[in-house]
């Protein structure tokens, strides 16, 4: 600090030191409400998801019943976390990177130039590879359920099957 200052008044420099720790916690305070926030959100979001389909497991028989406890179970908790990232993430991601470039704008126009040629690639490839996700992960959902209805189903004949044989065994036993 001696060197900053250089026999002046250390007191701007502390003010400023004083006003960046401020400026910091209340970042880091902006940042725990808006991830309370997020949080909160994708909770009502399961919560509501849950009663809507735990409605109309009781309406429903066979493989749907099957099919719809797996989504409760399995599928509830992923949309919860989207729909509470869906809005903040890509908010945060483009603010960050409309700053930085902003920035390097600012600084060294030709930096950012490269820096958009770098990141432009990403703008073809990644709606691609989502893409591709999105398939791979409808396939997986579509299987999953096809299996849970189908244990539902096995599991009910393997019942039946059993009621009988004991209404058998106990008619020929008496």
């Known amino acids: 600090m001696g060197l900053a200052v250089r026999g002046g008044d250390p007191h701007p420099l502390l003010e400023l030191a004083l006003l960046y720790v401020l400026a910091d916690a209340g970042l880091g305070g902006l940042k725990i409400a808006l991830n309370l926030g997020r949080s909160f959100v994708g909770e009502r979001a399961v919560r509501r998801l ?48 409309v700053s930085t470039l902003a920035y390097l704008a600012f600084l060294h126009p030709p930096m950012a130039l490269v820096t958009l ?52 065994w106990a008619a020929s036993s008496a």
């Open 50 to 97: 849950r009663a809507a389909i735990m409605a109309d497991v009781h309406a429903a028989s066979g493989p749907e019943r099957g099919i719809e406890i797996a989504i409760v179970l399995d599928e509830a908790e992923p949309v919860g976390s989207f729909v509470g990232v869906c809005l903040s993430e890509p908010l945060l991601q483009a603010g960050v990177l």
């Open 117 to 168: 040629a770098v990141f432009s690639p990403q703008f073809v490839f990644v709606p691609l590879m989502q893409r591709a996700i999105n398939r791979r992960v409808a396939a997986r959902v579509g299987l999953l359920r096809r299996i849970s209805g189908g244990l539902v189903e096995r599991r009910r004949r393997c019942q039946g099957r059993r009621r009988r044989s004991l209404t058998a």
